[in-house]
């Protein structure tokens, strides 16, 4: 049981590049999302899906974008990479149990550095 | 819409005293969850406790106590015994049933002196 996975740990792009964030748990959880953290911040819901095939955006939408296909991978996809965008990005997982939600699982996160 | 406020980004507390970290929510939902989450200095988020709205009793997790007052929507963290390990950054956060996502307050740095 490896958790929530990431990948890569640490990321340079050029600006206006694209690359795609990959995320993986194997818990069979239903919820998913992705958040950014930037330095001495809080973490910022980028999108979060709670199945295969939904997605939704969260608070700082703008300039990625995400799928779900299967129930185990939520990858984000940043489009034309922009210094703003230069962040420490974490996934996470959750399952739901009604009518009280439940613990979130972290990844370590990865560190993206746009110049 | 659901809203968390974390007001005091730095604490410095001696060691062995306790602290209580604030937070304070907004909602609508009458069915909600509240965490504390701890992010040392090597970055990893560490889940530390959780309170439903409908529990009926404090969530308590070793030395960590979430103080739940409903009324006044806070959710404080109690840490008893501080140690020199404490020393991390502290999130609350929340998420309502009706909504899927969970958001995150700005957090507080916690500092322990010896």
């Known amino acids: 049981n490896a958790g929530v996975t990431q990948t890569p740990k640490f990321q340079v792009l050029k600006t206006g590049q694209s690359m795609t964030l990959q995320c993986a748990q194997d818990?069979?959880?239903?919820?998913m999302s992705w958040y950014r953290q930037d330095p001495g911040m809080g973490l910022r819901l980028i999108h979060y899906?709670?199945?295969?095939?939904?997605?939704d955006q969260g608070e700082v939408p703008n300039g990625y974008n995400v799928s779900r296909s299967t129930t185990e991978d939520f990858p984000l996809r940043l489009l034309s990479a922009a210094p703003s965008q230069t962040s420490v990005y974490f996934c996470?997982?959750?399952?739901?149990?009604?009518?009280?939600?439940?613990?979130?699982?972290f990844g370590p996160g990865t560190r993206l550095t746009v110049t | 819409a659901q809203k968390i406020t974390q007001t005091q980004p730095g604490m410095f507390v001696q060691e062995k005293e306790a602290v209580t970290l604030d937070c304070t929510y907004d909602t609508s939902d009458p069915s909600y969850g509240l965490f504390w989450y701890k992010q040392p200095s090597s970055g990893e988020m560490i889940f530390l406790i959780y309170?439903?709205?409908?529990?009926?009793q404090n969530a308590t997790e070793g030395r960590y106590s979430l103080n739940f007052q409903k009324a006044r929507k806070s959710a404080n963290l109690v840490i008893s015994a501080s140690q020199l390990g404490d020393s991390a950054m502290y999130f609350c956060?929340?998420?309502?049933?009706?909504?899927?996502?969970?958001?995150f307050g700005s957090g507080t740095r916690l500092s322990i002196r010896p």
């Open positions: 996470a997982s959750r399952r739901n149990r009604d009518p009280q939600p439940y613990e979130q699982y």
């Open positions: 309170q439903g709205s409908y529990d009926q």
């Open positions: 899906s709670v199945g295969a095939g939904i997605t």
């Open positions: 818990m069979n959880h239903e919820y």
């Open positions: 956060a929340m998420t309502e049933s009706s909504a899927s996502k969970i958001i």
